[in-house]
C-alpha cells in the first residue's frame, strides 16, 4: 500500500500507555474540527469531533479537547494498541465561508512499539 | 466501512491525458466532496456538491472539474494531466447542510499516478 506521511512528525509510544496528538490552528473563525486515523493506502477514518462551544468531548479510549484561547486541539488516546499505529490529522471547518469546506493539518505520525 | 465507495483504485496516465474518478456517497448523504491527497500531506479541498450544484471550490485551477448525479454519487475530471497531479484522490460524503452536521466520511481513494 501506500505510505503515508514520509516526512511526518512521529510520536512512538509503548502499547498500553496514553497517547496525546497535539495540533494547532491559525484560523479564529473555525467552529468544528475533526480528528481523523488514515492507515497506509486507505482513507482517513473518522475518529471523534468537537464543536467550538465545547471544551472536551470523550469518546470510546478517545478524548478531544478544545483550547480556544491558545487555538490548539488535542487527541488522547488511552490504553494505545498497536491497531492505532497510523497517521492522524486534525481538520477544521470554518463558518462564514459558505461552502462546509474541512482544512487539515499536516498530520503526526503514532507508532506503538509492543 | 463509511459506505463511500470509489473506482477505480489505481490508475496509470501519461502527462496530457484525461481522466475520470468516480464517488459513491454514502445512502442518506447529499454533499460529496472532493480531496486531493499528495504524498507526505494533508488532504486538500478540490471542490463540494450539494444537491448537484458545485458548493465551493478551493486553489485548483479549471482543468479540474466535477459532476454530481440525482442519486448524489459524483465524477471528478481532470484534463490535461500534469505529473503533480499524482496523488490520492479522496472523496467524502455527508448528510447535507440542512442537518446542520458537517462530519465527512471519507472512501478508500483513488490512486493517480501520472507519468
Known amino acids: 500500500g501506500e505510505s503515508v506521511g514520509l516526512h511526518l512528525p512521529t510520536l512512538s509510544v509503548q502499547e498500553g500507555d496514553n497517547s496525546i496528538i497535539n495540533c494547532a490552528y491559525s484560523?479564529?473563525?473555525?467552529?468544528?474540527f475533526i480528528w481523523y486515523k488514515q492507515e497506509s493506502g486507505k482513507g482517513p477514518q473518522f475518529i471523534i469531533d468537537i464543536r467550538s462551544n465545547m471544551d472536551k468531548r470523550q469518546g470510546q479510549r478517545v478524548t478531544v479537547l478544545l483550547n480556544k484561547t491558545v487555538k490548539h486541539l488535542s487527541l488522547q488516546i488511552a490504553a494505545t494498541q498497536p491497531g492505532d499505529s497510523a497517521v492522524y490529522f486534525c481538520a477544521e471547518i470554518s463558518r462564514g465561508t459558505g461552502r462546509r469546506a474541512l482544512t487539515f493539518g499536516s498530520g503526526t505520525r503514532l507508532q506503538v512499539q509492543p | 466501512e463509511t459506505g463511500v465507495t470509489q473506482s477505480p483504485t489505481h490508475l496509470i496516465k501519461t502527462r496530457g491525458q484525461q481522466v475520470t474518478l468516480r464517488c459513491s456517497s454514502q445512502s442518506g448523504h447529499n454533499t460529496v466532496s472532493w480531496y486531493q491527497q499528495a504524498l507526505g500531506q494533508g488532504p486538500q479541498f478540490i471542490f463540494q456538491?450539494?444537491?448537484?450544484?458545485?458548493?465551493g471550490r478551493g486553489n485548483f485551477p479549471p482543468r479540474f472539474s466535477g459532476l454530481q448525479f440525482p442519486n448524489y454519487s459524483s465524477e471528478l475530471n481532470v484534463n490535461a494531466l500534469e505529473l503533480d497531479d499524482s496523488a490520492l484522490y479522496l472523496c467524502?460524503?455527508?448528510?447535507?447542510?440542512?442537518?446542520?452536521?458537517?462530519?465527512?466520511?471519507f472512501g478508500p481513494g483513488t490512486r493517480l499516478t501520472v507519468l
Open positions: 467524502a460524503s455527508s448528510p447535507g447542510a440542512e442537518t446542520s452536521t458537517d462530519t465527512q466520511y
Open positions: 484560523n479564529s473563525a473555525s467552529d468544528y
Open positions: 456538491y450539494y444537491r448537484e450544484e458545485e458548493n
